[in-house]
């Protein structure tokens, strides 16, 4: 299977989207809609996964919907992502800098920590903001305008995935299109509401 042309070593990272921050946090219903459409592409596209919990024994696990086949999940404490065992995954996956999207929760906390480590370790971060939420949702402009400060790239789901093939003649374009055409309706309704800056 062809590699993404236009980026050499892309992953999506899924940030503690857990079944007790369900009815918390604003719009979650669109982040997990936005994720399951990023896992289903990677899939298509051979880009590797990685998905955290936030202290799974107290808040649960990751969201069912999400689950199914089940996710490379790292349970951790801490709020970034960018644990010593994920840490050491990228490495023995690569050598080379990531080109690493990030959705999930919460977007001032976990997300803007997990974009900063990655950031100071010389990846490329991108945010996708159709994907990211707080329990607060004003808190997302202010992370997702200091993000974009600090060098990550804020930018939609659909967007990355155009750019993470880079050329409609690749194997995978044709299913890539086809799921985005099948979730148009869901992106839409992410887009109007959580990509309002």
Known sequence: MARPHRFPNPALFICDIQEKFRPAIFEYGKVISTAQKMIRACNTLSIPVYATTQSASRLGPICSELNDPPLYTIDKTAFSMLVPELRYTLAERSQMPYQIAIVGIETHICVTQTALDLLSEGHRVYVLT????????????????????????????????????????????????????????????????????
């Open 130 to 197: 159709d994907g990211v939420s707080s329990c607060n949702g004003g808190e997302r402009v202010v992370a997702l305008s200091r993000l974009r400060a600090e060098g990550a790239i804020v930018t939609s789901s659909e967007s990355f995935l155009y750019e993470c093939m880079g050329d409609a003649s690749i194997p995978e374009f044709k299913a890539i299109a086809g799921l985005v055409k099948e979730t148009k309706e869901s992106t839409r309704d992410a887009v109007q509401t959580l990509c309002k800056m």
